[in-house]
C-alpha cells in the first residue's frame, strides 16, 4: 500500500540517552500507529548520539496521540521531550521511499579501505554496480575519513546495507569510530553524472572510483564474518 504523504506527521524527539538506538526508538512509538520513517541522529564524525531523533507516523491522529504521551514521559533514564518537527513532511524518506531507492552512502569509511573492499562487503545485500570514495573535506583533521558512494542493481539493496551497516564497526581500522550510513535520492534524467550528486556537505572531489561488473563482487564470509554492532 502506498503512503499518503498528505497525512505524515513528523515528530521531534530530544534529550534520548546515548544506548537509544533505531531499534529502540521505533519499538518505544509503533504502538501509536504506523511509523512511515525513524531515526536517531548521530555525529558525522565520532557516530555518538546526538540525543535527538525524527519519527515520522503515516496518520497525524497516531503522531499527536504519541506526542501527547511521549513528551516528558522516562524513556531509558532520560525524561524525553516529543514535539512536532518543523521539517516538512514533504522531505521526509519514508520506509517505502528508502526501499525503492537503489544508492547508498556510507560516512566514516577509513583510509585504508579501498573500493575493492567495500563492494566486496557490501556485496551480500545486492549486486554492487559502482563504488566511489572521497575524502570527506570535513572529517576531524586528525582522524581523516573517506564517505563512500555505492551503487546497486536492484531496489531494497541500499535499504539492506544501511540497515545492516548503520553504527557498526565492521573493519579493524574503524577503531572505534562506526559506519554511518543512509540511501541516496536517485539523480533525475537532467543531471547525469553532476559534480555534486547529491553529496553530503562539504564532501570533496572523487579520490576513487570503481565501476563494478555485475555479479563480480561476491560476499566472503571468511573474510567478513561479521559485524561488530555498537552496545
Known amino acids: 500500500m502506498t503512503t499518503d504523504r498528505g497525512g505524515l506527521a513528523n515528530l521531534l524527539v530530544t534529550n534520548l540517552a546515548p544506548r537509544v538506538d533505531d531499534t529502540a526508538l521505533r519499538m ?11 531515526k536517531v541522529m548521530y555525529d558525522n564524525h565520532t557516530g555518538e548520539s546526538t540525543g535527538t ?3 515520522c507516523f503515516a496518520a497525524q491522529a497516531e503522531a499527536e496521540e504519541a506526542r501527547c504521551q511521549m513528551h516528558r514521559s522516562e524513556f531509558r533514564g532520560r525524561k524525553i521531550c516529543v514535539r512536532r518537527a518543523k521539517t516538512p513532511t514533504s522531505s521526509v524518506l519514508t520506509d517505502e521511499d528508502r526501499f525503492r531507492l537503489r544508492k547508498g552512502f556510507v560516512r566514516n569509511v577509513p583510509l585504508d579501505v579501498t573500493a ?9 545485500y545486492g549486486t554492487v554496480l559502482r563504488v566511489q570514495l572521497r575524502k570527506d573535506s570535513i572529517a576531524n583533521a586528525a582522524d581523516p575519513r573517506q564517505i563512500a558512494f ?8 541500499a535499504m539492506a546495507m ?39 556537505m562539504g564532501t570533496a572531489a572523487p579520490s576513487s572510483v ?22
Open 116 to 124: 575493492e573492499t567495500l563492494a566486496e562487503c557490501v556485496s551480500r
Open 210 to 231: 570503481v565501476m563494478v561488473q555485475a555479479g563480480r563482487y561476491r560476499h566472503d564470509p571468511y573474510r567478513f564474518p561479521f559485524l561488530t554492532y555498537l552496545q
Open 28 to 38: 518505544a512509538f509503533e504502538r501509536f500507529g504506523t511509523i512511515a520513517s525513524s
Open 53 to 55: 531523533a525524527f519519527v
Open 162 to 200: 544501511c540497515n545492516a551497516l548503520h553504527h557498526t564497526l565492521p573493519f579493524r581500522s574503524c577503531f572505534g569510530v562506526p559506519l554511518l550510513c543512509n540511501v541516496r535520492q536517485e539523480e533525475t534524467p537532467s543531471e547525469g553524472h553532476s559534480s555534486s550528486e547529491d553529496l553530503p
Open 150 to 157: 555505492i551503487t546497486f542493481a536492484e531496489g531494497g539493496a
